[in-house]
T-cell receptor, first 116, second 116 residues
Framework: GENVEQHPSTLSVQEGDSAVIKCTYS??????FPWYKQELGKRPQLIID?????GEKKDQRIAVTLNKTAKHFSLHITETQPEDSAVYFC???????????????FGQGTILTVHP | DGGITQSPKYLFRKEGQNVTLSCEQN?????MYWYRQDPGQGLRLIYY???????QKGDIAEGYSVSREKKESFPLTVTSAQKNPTAFYLC???????????????FGSGTRLTVV
């Protein structure tokens, strides 16, 4: 099955700096890669996702890049703010069809702390 | 509240007792999932269901059982066979369909289960 590794486990930055979180996956059949943000005591929320037919996607201060050859994808947050502090999870899902369809495998999470 | 409701928010289980966690969605999603969240381990898949009356084991199904009698509902029972049930349990749903594109999950607000 799919295995997703996420690094770093903790990340501390100053307000205004950039933050980068990296994930690798093992199953070449995976073609959907979402990122979730989970604030303390709350449910994970989808913040951005990318499919294997694109290499990069941006949404304001957040961007995700994908390298299918190397099987890794990254989350980039620019101009970080204290409210970006949360746990971030990457995930991967396989191709359409079969019983594994839509099943997300998550990374271990990154605790991001943005200091004012 | 996001279209997917979990109850109760907090649950206490005695040794040897079975307990059932509720998950209901009104998003008309085909697929539903149960994840367990432990500190430092990310989200691990317990069971998932892509269609009514069908479900599949995830990575850590031992000691758990589910049913999917209605599209809207996917209850999880934590049995006495689960030796370490204390965790945060998250239910999710998605509109993923075997012949359609995968979409990100919508999560419930979670149930925190504690063994007393």
């Amino acid at each position: 099955g799919e295995n997703v590794e996420q690094h770093p486990s903790t990340l501390s930055v100053q307000e205004g700096d950039s933050a980068v979180i990296k994930c690798t996956y093992s199953d070449s059949a995976s073609n959907y890669f979402p990122w979730y943000k989970q604030e303390l005591g709350k449910r994970p929320q989808l913040i951005i996702d990318i499919r294997s037919n694109v290499g990069e996607k941006k949404d304001q201060r957040i961007a995700v890049t994908l390298n299918k050859t190397a099987k890794h994808f990254s989350l980039h947050i620019t101009e970080t703010q204290p409210e970006d502090s949360a746990v971030y999870f990457c995930a991967a899902s396989p191709n359409a069809g079969g019983t594994s369809y839509g099943k997300l495998t998550f990374g271990q999470g990154t605790i991001l702390t943005v200091h004012p | 509240d996001g279209g997917i409701t979990q109850s109760p928010k907090y649950l206490f289980r005695k040794e040897g007792q079975n307990v059932t966690l509720s998950c209901e969605q009104n998003l008309n999603h085909d697929a539903m999932y149960w994840y367990r969240q432990d500190p430092g381990q990310g989200l691990r898949l317990i069971y998932y269901s892509q269609i009514v009356n069908d479900f599949q084991k995830g990575d850590i199904a031992e000691g758990y059982s589910v049913s999917r009698e209605k599209k809207e509902s996917f209850p999880l029972t934590v049995t006495s066979a689960q030796k370490n049930p204390t965790a945060f349990y998250l239910c999710a749903s998605s509109s993923g369909h075997p012949t359609k594109r995968v979409y990100g999950y919508t999560f419930g607000s979670g149930t925190r289960l504690t063994v007393v």
